[in-house]
């Protein structure tokens, strides 16, 4: 079972086919949510990371510095080479919405606004110019112990 993208979690639907993207309830289907929209689907692998784990800051004097760690810097770099192989279009210049969908592998309490940054990121110039582009974001976050990963649905 799935959380319906148009309901933003207040219906749940079963995947159709196993296909990503394809995840609306009875009610939501058919209301033009993804009428004309092209969809691109993304599939990440990995355990999904937070922003504390891949973002640290030190002080340098009285100023602040933000820095990457290099897990974050190799985890951006395999969900960049992940997209390259999975896209092959052209860079989409309007706007998009986004489905993330974040598959841990326990069951730990989660922050879902947390894990968001480096996906986003790490399509830039592959997917989209820029993130600015999205006008929408669902996140939803699910278990999966054999295979963490992170699935993206754009819609264009």
């Given at each position: 079972m799935r959380t319906c993208l148009r309901c933003n979690g207040?219906?749940?639907?079963e995947r159709n086919g196993g296909e990503p993207g394809k995840d609306l309830c009875k009610e939501c289907h058919g209301q033009?949510?993804?009428?004309?929209?092209?969809?691109?689907?993304?599939?990440l692998s990995g355990n999904p990371l937070s922003t504390q784990h891949i973002y640290r800051s030190v002080f340098r004097g009285k100023f602040p510095t933000v820095y990457m760690t290099k897990q974050g810097k190799n985890l951006e770099e395999q969900y960049r080479s992940e997209a390259t192989n999975q896209y092959h279009g052209k860079v989409l210049t309007g706007d998009v919405e986004m489905g993330i969908f974040l598959f841990f592998q326990d069951k730990r309490r989660r922050?879902?606004?947390n894990y968001?940054?480096?996906?986003?990121?790490?399509?830039?110039?592959?997917i989209f110019e820029d993130d600015k582009q999205i006008q929408k974001l669902t996140i939803v976050k699910g278990y999966s112990k054999e295979n963490p990963r992170v699935e993206v649905n754009i819609y264009y």
């Open positions: 207040e219906k749940y639907v033009g949510f993804l009428e004309g929209m092209e969809i691109i689907n993304l599939i922050d879902v606004d968001n940054k480096l996906v986003l990121d790490s399509l830039e110039g592959i």
